[in-house]
């Protein structure tokens, strides 16, 4: 159970009363305004009896909307007032009948207002009858917070001489002692039968924040970037230890096209110079060749009748074709594969024209 501090919210021109509830039982009480700090005391405040009407009546019980709405004609019905000046509030007891709160909206906010100046906010607000035991028969009086209050079965109100007797008729309210009182006081703020904060005077909830969660979610998060990074890390490693497997795979198979016994310092650069004398200077006569017969063969008539291959890397073509246009067809192609032309003078003999083309890179 937890602590309590259980205030009686004064008629006018009276003083405030407290109890102090602590392990089920009343541990203190005084007048005026307790002094200390509240802030993990559960507050509970007990609206005066001549200040709450209380009805019984059997309401829906599908959902609290429907049941308030069912309060609220019932209301309308027993009081004077206009149901809009008027706070209705729904509680449950152990019977059929439910217990209806009605209360002057004013009052209300006016406690509401009273408590927020020091600096109280109440978990709940209890109609001073509700705090008494329900007689399975009769009624049942008591002192609360300085006030005479009457509890029946299906009553509750401020005892006074005419009411009471009026109400309570042969029966004469049977009058509790202080431990029973009190008793039923600790019981009753636990778990009220009956709170007036309803609506729009429900108590707003408080959004707290759990700073232990917070550090957690703070160390699981961190947790969750250090593994990312040590994926990452792990994937880069990996791709790293790759690419070094590669290049000394690589640098293995370019040593086994160097000489034997050759001293090596850079496989790949020393493979590319062997390629190059290998394959002669500019393109290449491999290349250079497979160019030229590729379009001396896509011109009819064209032959190649001499091959030169110099130093420089320049490939002199002796070139036989039926005429000059189909010369000229197979300088063009051979310019379309990259390559510059560069033509010696025809001469023509026996029907046919014979030069000597100069093909080398640009």
Not at 62 to 68: F, K, M, P, W
Not at 173 to 179: F, G, I, K, Q, S
Request: glycine share 8%.
């Amino acid at each position: 159970m937890s602590d309590r501090l259980v205030l009686f919210l004064p008629p006018p021109d009276s003083p405030w009363r407290w109890l102090r509830v602590a392990d089920g039982a009343v541990v203190a009480r005084g007048e005026a305004m307790p002094e200390g700090d509240f802030g993990d005391v559960e507050i509970v405040a007990v609206a005066p009896a001549d200040a709450v009407t209380l009805h019984w009546a059997t309401l829906p019980d599908r959902s609290t909307a429907q049941a308030v709405a069912a309060a609220r004609i019932l209301a309308g019905d027993a009081s004077a007032a206009p149901i809009d000046s008027l706070h209705v509030a729904v509680g449950r007891e152990a019977s059929e009948d439910r217990p209806i709160g009605v209360v002057a909206t004013t009052r209300m906010r006016e406690w509401l207002e009273a408590m927020a100046r020091m600096a109280l906010d109440p978990a709940a607000i209890i109609p001073a009858p509700m705090l008494l035991p329900r007689p399975e028969e009769g009624y049942v009086r008591a002192d609360i917070g300085g006030q005479a209050v009457v509890r029946g079965a299906t009553a509750g109100f401020a005892d006074e001489d005419r009411v009471t007797a009026l109400v309570t008729g042969d029966h004469a309210p049977a009058t509790l002692d202080r431990d029973t009182v009190e008793a039923a006081i600790v019981a009753a703020s636990e778990l009220p039968a009956l709170d007036l904060r309803q609506g729009p005077f429900a108590r707003r909830r408080r959004i707290g924040i759990d700073w232990k969660l917070v550090r957690r979610l703070a160390v699981l998060a961190g947790a969750a970037l250090l593994v990312t990074l040590a994926i990452d890390l792990v994937r880069i490693a990996k791709y790293s230890f790759g690419a070094d497997a590669v290049e000394a795979e690589a640098d293995s198979l370019a040593r086994q096209g160097l000489p034997r016994g050759a001293v090596v310092n850079d496989a790949n650069r020393e493979l590319d110079t062997r390629l190059s004398a290998l394959r002669g200077p500019g393109a290449g006569f491999g290349t250079t060749a497979a160019v030229v017969f590729s379009a001396v063969q896509a011109v009819a008539g064209a032959e190649v009748t001499a091959l030169n291959f110099d130093t420089n890397g320049d490939l002199r073509v002796t070139l036989s074709a039926p005429g000059q246009a189909e010369a000229n067809a197979v300088v063009q192609r051979i310019e379309q594969a990259g390559f510059t032309v560069r033509p010696s003078p025809f001469t023509s003999a026996g029907g046919r024209i014979t030069g000597e083309l100069t093909v080398a890179l640009p």
